[in-house]
């Protein structure tokens, strides 16, 4: 089947590197990423069935690895060669169509008993990632057994399967996944009943999907959303931010909507939370400087080796939380993440959020796209699998 | 004898007209049938200024007695004083102010008054400095002052330095600066540059608080100002008039003194600044040449550093004391006396070049609400009768207009600039949704009273200001301007003046008339 495969190569791996610290996305044309013709994935057992893929987005993670900035901490904890790609909508062979949830957790590794995070619904921190029958692999997209949705065809454990209702849109259905991580990472911190003030780094698919998260789910908390590209701070506005501020103007605006003083360049008070949701050095010290002492910071974009000085974390007594993947709720009575992201997706009317689809022959273009959506009014860029020859 | 203003009209033979473009020049081609208003020349100032200023104190105006038959020993003195917002430029030592006082000081002296408190007269103005209050009333009266506590910045945010006196007849409050009112004599010096300055407004707008300024500092006053120069059709005149004579009748007793000074405006290196295009000698065309040559590779910071430090030459024209009303009514006369230019009806558009200051940003950035301020608060408004351009007509102006803010001076203008217009320009909107949070926010509130910024509500009262230019205006566009900013304001920018003129057809037509307002120096259109 057609795939694109990111194989081991530490020669390509530097090149993407090099590549991707000129400009987002160059490393999808010298690094280990290349279209194949590769075997389909072998179906391991009953509980397992092939899903072709509709549509599968391109994720801020998966640029990171494309672009060789991923960091070292992931090499245990993947596979070889691997077809990227998790957030996905596909058909079944039966023809129905599923949104893959690609955590795999004990239940897909055939671990049983399970884990105790997987036994109480909180798969995003599985103990058994590595083990297990399948090869090392966080998601689908990552292990070299499943295959993912950057191909032809995967294979999926029937506890990854979520139907697809009959009025759902495909780019509907393909954003459920990444509301999910937004969805969650909003919910782990947020306090409904006592959070005046939340601010929100990024505005990318992430950030203005976790603006929607707050905003459903967050009562009357105001949204201060830090957006740098016009067509994201209209979004972010549209999705429910109360203030939309640019990067130079965060400070201010949050100092405006909290009624903090400052000292210097310190606010006195703050957010009661913060969701950075870009995950590099200045969005954390961002994160930190306007956070209200005792505030709580969610980490939600994906960081990688970051040098912050955390003074202010220390001294602000702020609590800092990192916001994997999915998985259940306390804060919503324990129910699952992909269960609230389905609502929110149909609530915020969230498929609007897809700019643009490309085939997968045209996968360096795809790239740098979304390496660059911000800029180019974009959002999430998604491949199209549906017109392509199965075979 | 100086010459009056007057209105020329272009034609082939007519030079390049200078422009004010911040801190430089643009030297620009009107079309011809363009009409350019000439300011009239400077009028002659008084020959013994001191001894002018005592001949008033003594023979007051109105129903006043004489300053010294109102002083005796025991009694609480008040002397307030404009503050650093007058006069445009910064005058050469001695300022009006330090002559005056210094009188009114020796003749309380000679009268045994003890009790004497000096107060710059703020209202929501930043707070001067060392430098500026000894350039204001010079170093031997900031001297005797200063370091006993008894020179005093008026704190409009200070609940024990303030009394409410009550409210007028149109449920106006009137609150003022404590010691002001609680004195047995409160003496005000002004310096009247432009007709809108002095009479009542010194007292009810100078030492009020918020809470009294915002029922004259409002979009629906600035929209029934037509113009606020003009006192007989000005709403925000008479606000202050009603304060004013409520503070009158509630027993605080004011002695105030006027005067006004000529456009003598510039130092002799700009000397070309002051002479009409087509009478530049050869001096003054070399000064120009060296001037902007100059100014083009000199760093922003250094070319504010060199116009802030500008120092006028002009001089003191008229003094006037006594009774405020009667005092107010011979200032306007001077006033007018140097500023009023007779103009024939209205063009389709109005040009004019902005300078690199205003009341706002004497030492400091003339940030983009200032330009607009300046532009279409103050320039436009400069008329009596009608305005000079016609409803629905265009304004072109001059300014670099650069994103950019004095950070201790104007922090709460950053805000009103990244968050109101952001979201809208309309004055009314604006007012509506954002007024009271920043003139309530604390933070400001803090550097208000601390440090050297201006008040949360100033920048709002900067958009109030443009209000009724542009409840009249088709369209703004300025030359020259940061198009980030100007766009943020919601004008349009335009790289050269014959750009602007193009987009302004799309307006208000073809072949537009024009009329250009010079300056400098300064004058007030008497639209016919």
Redesign the interface.
């Known amino acids: 089947m057609k795939a694109l495969v990111f194989e081991r190569s530490l020669p390509k791996f530097a090149a993407a590197r090099v590549a991707g610290s000129v400009s987002g996305g160059l490393g999808a044309r010298v690094g280990p990423l290349r279209l194949a013709d590769v075997d389909d994935p072998v179906v391991p057992g009953p509980e397992w069935s092939v899903v072709r893929p509709r549509l599968a987005g391109i994720c801020g993670s998966d640029l990171a690895t494309v672009d060789g900035k991923a960091s070292r901490y992931f090499e245990p904890i993947v596979s070889f060669p691997f077809i990227p790609g998790h957030e996905v909508v596909g058909d079944l062979e039966d023809g129905r169509r599923v949104v893959l949830e690609p955590v795999l957790s004990c239940a897909t590794r055939g671990i049983d008993p399970p884990c105790e995070e997987c036994g109480s619904g909180h798969i995003n921190r599985c103990h058994q990632i590595a083990f297990g029958d399948l090869h090392p692999g966080l998601q689908t997209g990552y292990c070299a057994d499943t295959g993912g949705g950057w191909g032809l065809r995967l294979i999926a454990h029937e506890q990854q399967l979520h139907p697809v209702p009959a009025d759902f849109s495909d780019e509907a259905a393909v954003m459920v996944e990444p509301v999910a991580c937004a969805v969650h990472g909003a919910l782990r911190l947020l306090r409904p009943a006592e959070d005046g003030v939340a601010v929100v780094i990024g505005a990318g698919t992430l950030g203005l999907c976790s603006i929607a998260a707050l905003r459903h789910f967050g009562g009357d908390v105001v949204i201060v959303a830090v957006a740098k590209h016009p067509t994201q701070r209209r979004l972010a506005r549209d999705l429910g931010a109360n ?4 990067p130079d ?1 965060m400070a ?2 949050v ?2 909507a909290t ?4 000292t210097g360049d310190q606010l006195n008070g703050g957010a009661d939370l913060v969701i950075d949701c870009v995950g590099n050095d200045g969005s954390l010290a961002s994160a930190l400087s306007v956070s209200r002492p005792g505030g709580r910071v969610s980490l939600v974009g994906m960081p990688g080796r970051v040098s912050v000085d955390l003074t202010a974390l220390w001294q602000k007594e702020i609590d800092l939380a990192g916001g994997y993947a999915y998985g259940v709720e306390p804060l919503a009575g324990g129910r699952r993440t992909f269960d609230l992201a389905f609502e929110l997706v149909r609530e915020a009317g969230l498929e609007r959020l897809v700019s643009a689809t490309y085939p997968l022959e045209r996968y360096k273009e795809a790239i740098d796209h979304a390496a660059n959506a911000g800029r180019r009014g974009a959002v999430k860029v998604a491949f199209d699998l549906r017109k392509e020859k199965r075979r | 004898m100086p010459r009056p203003g007057f209105v020329l009209d272009v034609d082939r033979s007519t030079p390049p007209t200078l422009f004010w473009h911040g801190e430089g020049f643009r030297l620009e081609r009107l079309p011809t049938g363009s009409r350019v208003v000439y300011p009239p020349e400077p009028v002659e100032a008084l020959g013994d200024p001191d001894d002018a200023i005592r001949q008033a104190l003594l023979h007051p105006l109105g129903d006043s007695r004489p300053l010294p038959d109102l002083l005796s020993a025991g009694m609480k003195l008040t002397i307030a004083f404009d503050d650093v917002s007058l006069p445009l430029p910064p005058m050469e030592r001695p300022d009006n102010r330090q002559r005056v006082i210094e009188v009114v000081l020796d003749m309380a002296a000679a009268a045994g008054v003890d009790d004497v408190v000096l107060i710059a007269a703020l209202a929501l103005h930043r707070r001067m400095t060392e430098s500026e209050l000894r350039h204001a009333l010079g170093d031997r009266v900031y001297d005797a002052f200063a370091p006993h506590g008894l020179l005093l910045q008026h704190d409009a945010e200070d609940p024990a330095a303030l009394v409410l006196l009550g409210e007028t007849d149109q449920g106006e409050e009137v609150e003022l600066n404590r010691r002001a009112v609680e004195s047995d004599l409160l003496v005000y010096v002004n310096i009247n540059l432009v007709a809108m300055d002095g009479g009542h407004k010194s007292v009810a707008t100078g030492l009020a608080s918020y809470r009294s300024l915002r029922h004259h500092h409002n979009v629906r006053t600035m929209l029934h100002s037509r113009s606020f120069m003009d006192q007989e059709r000005s709403a925000l005149h008479s606000s202050n008039w009603r304060m004013g004579r409520f503070i009158a009748a509630s027993g605080v007793k004011i002695f105030q003194i006027e005067t006004t000074l000529n456009t003598d405006t510039f130092p002799s290196a700009f000397g070309f600044l002051q002479r009409r295009e087509w009478e530049w000698n050869g001096r003054d065309r070399a000064s120009f040449l060296a001037v902007s040559k100059t100014l083009d590779r000199t760093p922003d910071r250094m070319r504010r550093s060199i116009f802030q430090a500008i120092k006028s030459p002009h001089r003191m024209t008229s003094v006037q004391a006594g009774e405020v009303e009667a005092v107010h009514a011979a200032t306007t006369a001077n006033v007018y006396r140097q500023h009023l230019v007779e103009v024939d009806g209205q063009a389709d558009v109005l040009t004019f070049g902005l300078p690199y200051i205003c009341p706002y940003n004497v030492n400091s950035v003339m940030n983009p609400i200032l330009v607009m301020c300046l532009g279409l608060g103050y320039f436009f408004n400069l008329y009596r009768g009608k305005p000079l351009v016609r409803p629905g007509g265009v304004v072109i102006m001059s300014h670099p207009t650069p994103w950019a803010f004095h950070p201790v001076h104007h922090p709460s203008y ?2 009103f600039f ?2 109101v217009l ?1 979201d809208t320009t309309d004055p009314i909107e604006i007012e509506k949704t954002y007024e009271e ?1 920043f003139a309530t ?3 400001y509130r ?1 550097l208000y009273r601390t440090s050297h910024a201006y008040h949360g509500v100033h920048p709002f009262y900067m958009w109030y200001w443009g209000a009724h230019a542009l409840d009249h205006l088709g369209g703004v566009i300025i030359v020259g301007g940061d198009p980030r900013a100007v766009r943020r304001m919601g004008f349009k920018p335009a790289s050269t003046l014959r750009d602007a003129l193009e987009m302004a057809e799309d307006v208000v037509g073809p072949e537009p008339t024009v009329t250009h307002f010079h300056c400098p120096p300064m004058a007030m259109a008497d639209v016919r």
């Open positions: 203030v939309v501020a640019g103007e201010r605006a100092r405006r009624g903090a003083m400052m | 950053i805000d990244e968050e952001a949070r926010d604390d933070w803090h």
